[in-house]
């Protein structure tokens, strides 16, 4: 259970953010009821952004997606950003087990393939504590431009905007994400997607969604045998979001990764040893 799935996402964010979480979590000890809500519509689709919305502070180039994930000097992740080069295109996405969350309001962050001197080697997927209510995670990913490969870093923001189509499954098949939505200061998780103990979460619905978008396990955009996926309007409204670049947490996540041989590609054959944290 809980392998790498894939999830349609809607086109456009509806008042769904306010129905379909059930949470059994009180003053004291929360209990979990063992049921999960079944809610009629998508609560998902409030993770991508309006098409109208304007909120400005850093416009970048809404279609290039140049300033994706751009720190600022108060930006905890600013020493995540610099944009890596490869000569090579990354390895194809491996399948893996998601781990269960370890407790509320962490959002799911996929693994990915990253480069080095040596390399490409995995980054291995996490549950990460939100920096805030209502942070969403939006992954980095490859592109291909004049013969070279660039990446194009990941950042938090309110809504989930364009990550080149990349099939990252557990939620992430592509555009948006399905593994749960924010309603209010509680993350509420699917549970048809999230792997999640009723133990320790307590805000849980079950959605489940086909997938309609991408089903492949290619890893970058663009070039001769890259994705094709263009951004939507939901994913360019959502560029002009404000932005907060990875955690520490997630950029020791990346260091740890780049110093493990058996992470890498070329050691590994594109099964590395670690593909998930626990």
């Not at 049921?35 to 109208?52: F, G, I, K, L």
């Not at 955009?221 to 932005?243: M, S, T, Y």
Request: charge should be neutral; proline fraction near 8%.
């Amino acid at each position: 259970m809980y392998r790498m799935t894939h999830f349609a996402v809607p086109a456009i964010a509806f008042v769904f953010a306010f129905a379909g979480c059930h949470s059994t979590q009180t003053a004291t000890r929360p209990q979990a009821s063992g049921r999960d809500s079944q809610p009629t519509q998508d609560p998902a689709a409030a993770n991508v952004a309006p098409a109208s919305l304007t909120e400005t502070t850093s416009p970048g180039d809404p279609a290039g997606y140049d300033n994706q994930g751009n720190a600022t000097s108060s930006d905890p992740g600013a020493n995540y950003t610099t944009q890596a080069v490869a000569p090579e295109a990354p390895p194809a996405l491996p399948q893996y087990d998601q781990p269960p969350a370890p407790g509320e309001n962490y959002v799911w962050t996929p693994g990915y393939w990253a480069w080095s001197n040596l390399g490409y080697y995995w980054v291995p997927g996490a549950w990460v504590l939100a920096p805030y209510a209502g942070a969403l995670w939006t992954p980095g990913y490859w592109d291909y431009s004049k013969g070279q490969y660039r990446w194009r870093d990941g950042h938090w923001a309110r809504h989930v905007g364009y990550y080149g189509g990349v099939n990252y499954g557990h939620g992430y098949n592509g555009s948006g994400y399905e593994g749960g939505y924010w309603r209010g200061d509680s993350f509420c998780y699917n549970r048809s997607v999230s792997h999640v103990d009723t133990r320790r979460v307590h805000s849980v619905y079950s959605y489940h969604v086909e997938n309609h978008y991408n089903t492949s396990s290619v890893s970058y955009d663009g070039g001769p045998r890259g994705l094709k996926f263009e951004p939507n309007r939901q994913e360019i409204a959502a560029q002009h979001e404000q932005h907060m670049g990875a955690l520490p947490v997630q950029v020791q996540i990346r260091q740890t990764a780049q110093h493990n041989r058996a992470q890498f590609a070329r050691e590994s054959h594109g099964h590395p040893k670690l593909l998930a944290q626990n």
